[in-house]
């Protein structure tokens, strides 16, 4: 696997189409999911994934240990996303102000969910919260790195997450119902 | 961070950290058009810098040689004749005459002032005329400027010189002193010149000139005889070869969809006839197609072939140009010939042995430097031109790669070996030039290339490329 995969970059390097399509085609899955988790839309994710494979392509030269690529390519998509939306972090939506509110968390609700269902929910936040949720949630960083990563601070950060999380509760409820949050 | 954020934290991040989903097919066709669109840009930028490029020099070039023309080339206009040599009219005229018989090197005027300094002893005109007088030959001060115009145009438009000839043919000349104080017509002067006198039958030496190159080129517009340009086109290859090739590969190979282009020098003999010159870039091959051809690699243990396959260190397929050499020792089999080996083997169908195979076929490149001297014939001289084009070609092998379509990409696999390296080709073709400006002109050429000579050595049977393109370009004559 590692192998064919490092025969796969040295011809992305030299720009042959045949190998461009191959890599798009073993990640192409992985990194949709990764674009869906961050963006608002189908639209939105099919854009961010457009433009992350064009600065994956673009970039390859710096990748040089095959191992590291996956990660690697994540981290690209996750950055585009990230680029896309860093500008609206600091926005605040009326309709968030008006869920905002402290309900104790109930795991099951989570439990009960497909990651489909999950994901399609979390595009209903809005970017500040969703960029949060997602970087603390599912890719581990700590608030310090979201901070940095974001250009906001630790306390936004965590306040953020914290509204993220009772927005995501209140609106699975909503469309569920009480039979999923049981 | 509590205890049920950790759990809550890991619970998501296992539950969405794989999720995956199919993205629409559009995306990759969007990357992959703008992958391509790059790269396509980058060679359409290099296309035009070179044409840009290409263009400056000429410009330039154009622009420095008519500069030194008007500073060598322009005769002075005024005449400054003493005053003696009015009292000397047969004298003057005289050298008038010399020097009309003297002028084919267009030093006439010179030659007109030369022989009035001899005549100098008899100086007639009182000091209160003053010590020289100019005398204007009013004609040429009048028309001159733009005769002169005209002819840096290089004659470019037949109106404008018929309009020259005929103001030249009408237009009386004589001599007009200027004197202080007097004013009037020539015959009135007081200085014993009657006009009519100075008033030739013929044209000027100058104006012999201009009228004679005129009727020489007879094409004003043609005046310029070298013309430089650069073109560009999409062309089509393929070979014909005889039928012991095609039973090789029949079926199987087609033609490729590439492109040519380059730069061309063009040298106009007559009104209607040049020759051309240029170094041009061809990018041709063949397309193999055949899919599924399998690849074996030397050293792997294929019962089959090991025995084979041990004993040689090159092992080579064959297409209708020629043997397929893979360096590594790579085997490339399937229905298709191989070297040294039995039918039997060579058409053993076993994937267990197959290291790769190609997606799409494989591509024999053949990329040449075009060396060609054509001949141009225009048919038709306005300002669409239409020229028949004809001529032959020198052409060196540039690259003969072999390369295979895999599902991970192009992988070169050899090279071609019983291939010349220098051929010979004909052209024929139909261009049309449209005259854009007097030495800007847009180029539209289909053209067809066939080899003449077999690119095979003699051990195989005879092929012979050909190309079919439609030329664009730019050309500046000068």
Known sequence: ?182 | MNEQDNSRQGFLSEKLGSFQADPPEKVWTAISARLGTGGRKRTIIIALSAAATIALAVTLGINFMERDHRESGVPQQVEKVSPEELTEPSEHLSALSESAAESEGGKQTEMATEPAAEARPGIAAGPEIGARTEIVAKPEMAAEPEIVAKSEMAYTDKRVQRKIVTALNRTPMYVEPVLPGISGKPEEQSIGLPGDTLVPSRLSPDEDLLFESYQETDQGRRDPRWMIGAALSPIYSFRDAEDQAMAVSSGYESGVISYAGGVHVSYRTTTRLAIESGVLFNKMGIDIGATGIQMYKQAFDFAPLREEASGSNILAISNSVGNIVSPSGDIYVNSYKVQEFTKAIASYQDNSGTETYADQGIRQHLDYLELPFNVRYSLIDRDIELQLVGGMSTNILLNSAVTMQTSSGNREIGYLTNIKNINYSGNAGVGMVYHVQDHLSLRLEPRFRYFINSINDQTLPSTRPYTFGIYTGLNFRF
């Open chain 1, 1 to 182: 696997m590692a192998e064919k995969l490092e025969i796969l970059l040295k011809g992305c390097k030299r720009g042959r189409p045949g190998s461009q399509e191959e890599l798009y085609r073993r990640f192409a899955s992985a990194m949709y999911g990764i674009c869906l988790q961050y963006a608002s839309s189908q639209e939105d994710a099919q854009d961010i994934m457009q433009e992350g494979f064009i600065k994956v392509f673009g970039k390859l030269d710096q990748v040089n240990n095959p191992a590291a690529f996956p990660g690697w390519i994540r981290k690209v998509m996750i950055n585009t996303a990230l680029e896309k939306y860093r500008s609206q972090v600091f926005l605040q939506r009326v309709d968030d102000m008006k869920e905002e509110m402290d309900e104790e968390m109930d795991d099951g609700i989570y439990n009960n969910l497909t990651s489909k269902e999950l994901v399609e929910i979390i595009q209903t936040l809005s970017p500040k919260y969703r960029l949060v949720f997602n970087l603390y949630a599912i890719e581990g960083y700590n608030h310090q790195e979201i901070s940095r990563e974001l250009g906001i601070t630790v306390g936004t950060s965590k306040s953020n997450l914290s509204r993220a999380r009772a927005i995501l509760q209140k609106r699975i409820k909503k469309i569920y119902g009480s039979a999923i949050a049981r």
